[in-house]
């Protein structure tokens, strides 16, 4: 196996992907609204975090619209409210977006049509379309499937980000506030779904351990980078245990 | 952040949604690239959970974001909604600086 990547076992908003499997288009459609709501309060932390980072609510806005990946935006904006630069910044945020890569390949015999239509539905390749088109059943279920969640998650994450944006503008004091903090909880509730894949605990403490090695060490920027490396941990542990067959 | 920045990474994390449905096709990955993939976030964002909250301007530091963790991961461990958990975190390490 190996060549058709699995779907994410379970989405970091505590959905449970197996009471997906099947259904009418309706109750998929209500399953699309709720992770849609449930990723609007991601957008709202977002955009208050955003802010007090420093980008304008202008910017804030155009990265939820443009880049629209959850995971790597915290990122951004986590490295730049840490006092990182821009390009030490952008790194870690498209290592992270590099599992989108994966989970469009993934997608490839369900997002049909013609390549203009394929290029404006690419935008919505993220971990919750890819997984709730992966529990269904055949290609015309799996689409409708991605297309009602890529929409109603676009519209929330959005909203929710101008929403957290606007509040957010004019906080005095971020760190008496506590914000900086909200960082390493964030990235914590990111990752806590995906520790159960085989390898991934490895890595995760193999990625932490090069971090907090090289801080001292090394310019801003290359501690983020190198974590990085935690992967061939993870591999190795793989290679170690035998793999779980996952459905 | 400038605008050149963020367009940038937007033409960047496009790219990588966007060359399974556009650009490969139906042609199969070789399975190590897959596990690399499958993988590679999740030592980055371990990495991030460290950075953030013990590194401060290039050096390591104990402070209030590590009692904020330690709550926010009992949340996580707690299956609580995101907003709860970095919201959780927020209000610890505020009140302790408060202190």
């Not at chain 1, 449970?16 to 309706?26: E, F």
């Not at chain 2, 993939?37 to 530091?61: D, H, K, Y």
């Amino acid at each position: 196996m190996g060549a058709v990547p699995a779907r994410p076992s379970q989405l970091q908003l505590g959905v449970d992907l197996d009471a997906l499997n099947g259904g009418d288009r309706r109750a998929v459609a209500r399953t699309a609204a709720a992770i849609g709501i449930a990723t609007g309060t991601y957008g709202i932390s977002f955009g208050v975090l955003s802010v007090a980072a420093g980008l304008s609510v202008a910017q804030t806005c155009a990265m939820s619209l443009l880049v629209f990946t959850g995971a790597s935006q915290f990122a951004v904006v986590g490295v730049l409210g840490a006092g990182g630069s821009t390009a030490a910044a952008i790194a870690p945020a498209l290592l992270l977006a590099g599992r989108n890569a994966l989970y469009g390949l993934s997608l490839v015999p369900v997002l049909r049509g013609r390549l203009g239509s394929r290029a404006l539905q690419s935008q919505l390749v993220i971990d919750e379309t890819t997984a709730m088109a992966r529990a269904q059943g055949e290609p015309a279920a799996a689409h409708f499937a991605f297309i009602a969640t890529g929409i109603s998650v676009f519209v929330c994450w959005n909203a929710g980000t101008a929403l957290g944006a606007v509040a957010g503008t004019g906080l005095a004091n971020p760190s008496a506030l506590g914000l900086d903090a909200m960082f390493p909880a964030a990235f914590l509730a990111l990752l806590a779904p995906q520790l159960r894949r085989p390898g991934a605990p490895a890595a995760a403490v193999a990625g932490a351990a090069i971090a907090i090695v090289l801080v001292p060490l090394t310019p801003a920027g290359i501690p983020i980078l190198a974590s990085a490396l935690g992967v061939f941990a993870g591999l190795a542990a793989r290679r170690r245990a035998p793999r779980r067959p996952e459905t | 952040m400038s605008w050149a920045a963020l367009l940038l990474l937007a033409a960047g994390s496009y790219a990588l949604k966007a060359v399974g449905p556009v650009v490969v096709g139906r042609r199969p990955l070789p399975a190590g690239a897959v596990e690399v993939l499958e993988l590679l976030s999740i030592p980055v964002l371990a990495g991030l959970v460290a950075l953030q909250t013990l590194n401060s301007g290039g050096e390591l530091v104990i402070d209030a974001r590590v009692p904020a963790l330690a709550v926010a991961a009992v949340l996580v461990w707690r299956r609580a909604p995101f907003l709860v958990v970095v919201f959780a975190a927020a209000g610890t390490a505020a009140l302790l600086r408060l202190l």
